[in-house]
């Protein structure tokens, strides 16, 4: 009877303690998780590339029914306005008309002065183009995943365009999918110039809408409403690429707009600018011994 | 002794289903937030639709969602939203234990409750996440003005997706034959 007593109280005691030791241990647990991810943010990329892989279909399937379903809704709704868009589109193609001229003849000049002062070419690009199929910005980070991997040729470190502006640059890539890292990332770095001033500094995202303009030397010289482009330092971005406008000093940096509307990013183009060498030759993993390769 | 109970409990057809069900809900709901949509601006403010499954799947069979299940359910919202490896673990462990001390309430009232109860779980998984968001990021990235329109957001959506989850879950109930 006593021992029985025993059992009972022991069985009960352990019900109720086990939920609790189970909770206190995954926490500490998902803690543990939390602060590797925060100290070595690429600590677990295999298992993210993993998933970006398994869920790849699913997520071009989703993607593809609502830009159809949207664009069949903005067809709908366009419908009336056809003729003025058409009456604009003409006159839009006289100008480009002349515009293609003049781009024509400064071409030839550009290229005859680069032949008198024996400039050396930079080097050739490939680029493919691909379709946002996730889009996973939130608070925590700001990135989206395009129908675009290895087996497209795609890289890590390549750098990502829309419509000829930086916009990000690939940091996991999986067979058919890549994560691309946008310019307001808080993990993002870019060493730029500001337009009229050249004046260098690094431009970093922090998750929000806007970036911030870093270590500049001469802020007097810098004003709203200046292009910020890739200076080109580090090797890994090329040089003269568009990616901001300055907005505002807001008392302890500059703030700057991204020429491109990010949360409205549907199609990219992925960029080989012949850097990866260059790359590479600062990725030494460690070895065994924890020597880093050169 | 390591014992099985969980999953000889799920092994019953009347366990295993409705399990499978809210797996499959929270793939779907998972991928679906996470869809951009042609609409600017809405993907940062979309509804957290997993924390809506999660939190119906816990109220309906705490059997089926313990501490261990969330905490898997978390780590696939992070694999799932490129958020850092254990902080939605984190939430969704905060979210369980505040519907464990709910669930007595819960239980015996209809939805106005339910949704209440909802509310304020959403209000206190939001605070929480932003103040992890303090440790991990920079102050200045936060948006508290998107956070909150997503909060309200994701209450508002919690009454459709409720009944759409419940509406399938006792199809499957229907038809589930229990031995």
Same mark, same amino acid.
Not at chain 1, 237 to 246: D, F, H, Q, S, T
Not at chain 1, 266 to 288: A, C, N, S, T, W
Not at chain 2, 77 to 100: E, F, Q, T, Y
Not at chain 2, 143 to 153: E, N, P, R, T, Y
């Given at each position: ?84 868009? &058409? ?23 550009? @290229? ?18 691909? *379709? ?20 497209? $040729? ?29 310019? @307001? ?21 922090? &998750?929000?809408? @806007? ?59 992925? /960029? ?23 | ?7 000889? *409990? ?54 089926? %969602? ?27 462990? %905060? ?21 209440? %109860? ?9 605070? /929480? ?11 200045? $990235? ?6 909150? /329109?997503?909060?309200?957001? @994701? ?25």
């Amino acid at each position: 009877m006593k021992i029985q007593k025993r059992l009972r109280i022991f069985s009960a005691t352990r019900s109720a303690i086990m939920p609790r030791l189970v909770f206190v241990l995954l926490m500490v647990l998902a803690l543990g998780l939390l602060s590797v991810q925060i100290s070595s943010p690429s600590a677990m990329t295999g298992l993210r590339i993993a998933t970006m892989n398994v869920l790849q279909p699913l997520f071009s399937l989703t993607s593809m029914i609502t830009q159809t379903a949207s664009d069949t809704v903005f067809g709908v709704l366009n419908f009336a306005s056809l003729s003025s868009d &058409n009456a604009r589109l003409i006159a839009e193609n006289q100008q480009l008309k002349i515009a293609e001229q003049n781009n024509m003849r400064l071409m030839d000049e550009n @290229t005859q002065l680069r032949k008198s002062l024996h400039v050396v070419e930079d080097l050739p690009s490939n680029f493919v183009t691909a *379709r946002v199929i996730s889009d996973t910005s939130s608070e925590f980070v700001r990135s989206v995943i395009v129908n675009a991997g290895a087996e497209q $040729g795609i890289k890590r470190g390549y750098s990502v365009l829309s419509d000829g502006h930086f916009v990000g640059r690939v940091t996991e890539v999986g067979t058919s999918s890549s994560r691309i890292l946008l310019i @307001t990332d808080f993990a993002s770095r870019i060493p730029v110039v500001v337009g009229d001033s050249s004046e260098q500094g690094i431009l970093s995202g922090d &998750n929000s809408d @806007t970036l911030k303009l870093q270590y500049i030397t001469q802020p007097q010289s810098i004003n709203a409403g200046d292009m910020i482009i890739t200076s080109g330092k580090g090797g890994g971005v090329p040089a003269g690429l568009p990616v901001a406008r300055i907005d505002r000093w807001d008392g302890l940096v500059f703030r700057s707009i991204p020429n491109v509307d990010l949360p409205s990013l549907r199609y990219v183009q992925i /960029v080989d600018y012949g850097l990866m060498p260059m790359l590479e030759q600062f990725d030494h993993k460690p070895d065994k011994f924890g020597q880093t390769k050169k | 002794m390591i014992r099985f109970a969980f999953i000889s *409990r799920l092994l019953r057809a009347d366990q295993f289903f409705p399990w499978l069900y809210f797996i499959m809900m929270l793939l779907i709901f998972g991928v679906f937030q996470v869809t951009p949509w042609p609409v600017a601006d809405l993907n940062r403010v979309f509804p957290d639709l997993m924390l809506a499954v999660t939190f119906i799947w816990a109220v309906l069979r705490p059997e089926l %969602c313990g501490y261990i299940t969330v905490f898997i359910i978390g780590l696939w919202a992070d694999l799932l939203l490129g958020s850092p490896i254990g902080m939605h673990a984190v939430l969704n462990m %905060c979210l369980l234990l505040a519907i464990k001390y709910l669930r007595p309430v819960i239980v015996v009232r209809g939805f106005g409750v339910i949704w209440a %109860c909802f509310a304020a779980s959403a209000t206190g998984y939001f605070i /929480v996440k932003q103040i992890l968001l303090l440790f991990t990021h920079d102050f200045y $990235g936060m948006s508290f003005g998107k956070s909150i /329109v997503q909060l309200l957001l @994701t209450i508002i959506v919690f009454a459709p997706i409720f009944g759409l989850i419940m509406a399938g879950y006792r199809f499957i109930m229907a038809r589930t034959v229990i031995h």
